[in-house]
């Protein structure tokens, strides 16, 4: 009922004036905050609700595509330092480029007046919020925005709607996926205080926190990705701090309860753990996975920190990582990384070798060829990504790197400008890899022209042979020599696929084990293989078994997802299992999902996600959508209502494997 659309084409009236990328960066902010009518909710303490539904281009795509080539990006998956503006206002950051536009040349002249300029249409918005406040009687936000976003946040009240503003405004510029960061780090000190010194009660500063949680649901419809709920609001709680102390606190355990007893798909969940973590962390984490949502997903500092410390990051930044929209591993404040700028496809290296399956005289001479097309593969994602240029965003400028002290956009660069590309299918391709291996070169049951003629014919004339490589050969996720084996060895070729590649803006390239939505877009291409995958059948989500699949269970996966040495492909991408909601029904189930957790990070896993599901549920929600309207499921690397994902995405959760004990 408050929403509209912005009834100017913003890219003619910027065309007309010549305006620069920068300019007509800003110059939509100024307007979509402008055109912004306040709204204020029923007695709520939190302000700000979007009106503007959509946001106008600035380009037409043919300009656009002149200015900026073909792979352009907005500034997006990154995690601004909420923390530091909050502290000390957008009057101050405003000062701080008056007096650095002193010194500076003209092209950073032109930043900091355009960042200049952004602070101020906030700073007016907010202003036009209060007046509203006072009109209608709410005293509490007035209040609040007499002293933020224009001045330090002093108390936790004031925090929140500090952060509310921000995190509302980097939408309004253009950047996707904005992720929340370690909230539980740089609110805690608001938090905290206020306790102590006696202004709110636990009780009242939880209230604030859960309906600081709702906001984030208040526009979430405005900001889909691939599908509804893709939206990118992720928060991290836990782990250690930049020293290395453990950094769980009071505020973390208030965020896991306020997501388990709001039941909302944001903010998105992820909690970071490691080998010390005490058991009631993890008992805190499953019984949120209990609720059914998705979340937490965990991140083990063991070997994240580890890992990205070895691909150049420093400890000090390393201890401080958080995830970006799904799970890809940055650092807040000073990561300008695209690290989902695109995806290897496993099962595609190995389809290429079973079109010549005849011609291989070993194992080994066809593993060696997998390892050639993956090359290839990589090699043309790494050109192709290298074209990239991305636009400027002065606003989320003030809360990113030194960009204010040196003068220069975010979308320049910053301390770490690497890219990401995903591992996808890895389940699939093993599983593939596997029956060529048993049945063709050991067990030679099976002859290399019957497994090609079988999967081109889509096992269609051949069922018996279908019914043997889908249930009967072992797959990874048993816990069996082989599939464990040939998966360690595929995940390290990718690894050695980038060593030594750099990206055009000075970054590298970091392997992972996330899918993302190219899991659909890869298995709606391709043909049968030879695991047993029929064709046009998506491949897994993940980091996890292939789909339709039947391991032994939940421990025999973590024993194989467990065995690479995942130090090494580190850009992020979560062991992801579903269980029956019938193991969280009593204490004892409860105790083992969070024993499991804690498992899969003493023997080293990174990152792993669970799912508490009923397929007779989702089922039903599929035929009758009206009964299930807030039936919440994990997709890829967020959460959605089930009944708005489109049908094949339902379908394939409902396909994915239910453990029970």
Same mark, same amino acid.
């Given at each position: 009922m408050y929403r509209r659309k912005l009834d100017r084409c913003l890219w003619k009236e910027f065309d007309e004036k010549g305006l620069t990328p920068i300019e007509r960066t800003t110059e939509r902010l100024k307007a979509m905050l402008k055109e912004e009518k306040p709204v204020l909710l029923p007695n709520e303490r939190i302000a700000y609700l979007r009106t503007v539904s959509e946001l106008p281009q600035i380009y037409s795509d043919s300009e656009k595509e002149r200015v900026f080539g073909k792979n352009v990006w907005g500034v997006g998956n990154v995690c601004p330092d909420y923390g530091s503006t909050i502290s000390v206002g957008l009057e101050y950051q405003r000062n701080r480029c008056m007096e650095k536009m002193k010194t500076a040349d003209e092209k950073q002249k032109l930043f900091l007046r355009c960042v200049v300029d952004s602070i101020d249409a906030v700073l007016d918005l907010a202003a036009r919020y209060r007046e509203e406040a006072r009109r209608v009687g709410n005293d509490t936000v007035a209040s609040l925005l007499e002293q933020v976003p224009a001045k330090g946040a002093r108390t936790f009240h004031e925090a929140l709607q500090f952060l509310r503003i921000l995190h509302f405004t980097l939408w309004c510029e253009g950047e996707n996926h904005n992720c929340i960061g370690r909230f539980d780090q740089f609110m805690y000190p608001y938090w905290e205080k206020d306790i102590q010194e006696g202004r709110l009660t636990e009780e009242e500063a939880f209230s604030l926190l859960e309906e600081f949680f709702t906001t984030f649901n208040r526009d979430h419809d405005l900001y889909p990705g691939v599908q509804q709920g893709d939206n990118g609001q992720s928060m991290m709680l836990g782990g250690c701090d930049r020293e290395g102390r453990p950094a769980f606190n009071s505020l973390s355990s208030a965020c896991l309860k306020a997501s388990r007893e709001l039941l909302m798909i944001d903010p998105k969940i992820n909690l970071r753990v490691d080998g010390r973590t005490p058991a009631d962390i993890y008992m805190q984490g499953t019984l949120l996975t209990k609720a059914?949502?998705?979340?937490?997903? !965990?991140? *083990?500092?063991?070997?994240?920190?580890? @890992? $990205?410390?070895?691909?150049?990051?420093? &400890?000090?930044?390393? =201890?401080?990582?958080?995830?970006?929209?799904?799970?890809?591993?940055?650092?807040?404040?000073?990561?300008?990384?695209?690290?989902?700028?695109?995806?290897?496809?496993?099962?595609?290296?190995?389809?290429?070798?079973?079109?010549?399956?005849?011609?291989?005289?070993?194992?080994?001479?066809?593993?060696?060829?997998?390892?050639?097309?993956?090359?290839?593969?990589?090699?043309?994602?790494?050109?192709?990504?290298?074209?990239?240029?991305?636009?400027?965003?002065?606003?989320?400028?003030?809360?990113?790197?030194?960009?204010?002290?040196?003068?220069?956009?975010?979308?320049?660069?910053?301390? !770490?400008? *690497?890219?990401?590309?995903?591992?996808? @299918? $890895?389940?699939?391709?093993?599983?593939? &890899?596997?029956?060529? =291996?048993?049945?063709?070169?050991?067990?030679?049951?099976?002859?290399?022209?019957?497994?090609?003629?079988?999967?081109?014919?889509?096992?269609?004339?051949?069922?018996?042979?279908?019914?043997?490589?889908?249930?009967?050969?072992?797959?990874?996720?048993?816990?069996?020599?082989?599939?464990?084996?040939?998966?360690?060895?595929l995940l390290l070729g990718f690894v050695d696929c980038l060593k030594g590649k750099k990206n055009n803006r000075g970054g590298i390239y970091r392997p992972g084990t996330g899918s993302a939505m190219y899991y659909m877009w890869f298995g709606e291409e391709m043909e049968a293989t030879p695991g047993g995958r029929r064709r046009g059948e998506p491949l897994e989500t993940n980091y996890a078994p292939a789909l339709y699949v039947r391991n032994k269970g939940p421990l025999s996966v973590i024993q194989s997802f467990t065995k690479p040495d995942l130090e090494k492909a580190i850009n992020g991408g979560p062991l992801t299992m579903e269980f029956h909601d019938t193991v969280f029904r009593n204490e004892d189930g409860i105790r083992k999902v969070a024993s499991l957790v804690q498992a899969f990070v003493q023997k080293g896993g990174h990152q792993m996600q669970l799912n508490s599901v009923n397929r007779d549920i989702l089922l039903d929600a599929q035929a009758h959508p009206e009964n299930h309207q807030n039936l919440i499921v994990r997709v890829w690397g967020w959460s959605a209502y089930f009944v708005q994902l489109d049908k094949k995405y339902q379908d394939h959760v409902i396909a994915r494997q239910e453990f029970k004990w």
């Open positions: 059914g949502l998705g979340f937490p997903q !965990y991140a *083990n500092d063991d070997v994240v920190i580890d @890992g $990205l410390v070895k691909l150049g990051y420093s &400890l000090e930044d390393a =201890r401080d990582y958080t995830v970006a929209a799904c799970w890809e591993f940055i650092i807040p404040r000073w990561g300008m990384e695209i690290p989902n700028i695109d995806a290897l496809n496993y099962p595609k290296a190995v389809e290429a070798c079973v079109e010549k399956l005849e011609t291989y005289a070993s194992f080994d001479e066809l593993m060696a060829d997998v390892k050639i097309n993956m090359q290839k593969q990589a090699d043309s994602l790494i050109e192709e990504a290298n074209k990239t240029q991305i636009m400027p965003a002065p606003f989320i400028s003030i809360m990113m790197d030194d960009c204010i002290e040196r003068a220069a956009d975010i979308s320049e660069g910053s301390r !770490y400008n *690497n890219y990401g590309l995903h591992g996808v @299918g $890895l389940s699939t391709a093993v599983d593939a &890899l596997t029956s060529i =291996r048993l049945h063709i070169f050991e067990d030679k049951d099976v002859t290399a022209s019957e497994m090609k003629k079988a999967v081109q014919e889509d096992f269609a004339r051949n069922p018996e042979l279908l019914h043997l490589l889908r249930y009967e050969t072992p797959k990874f996720g048993d816990a069996e020599e082989i599939p464990d084996q040939i998966a360690c060895e």
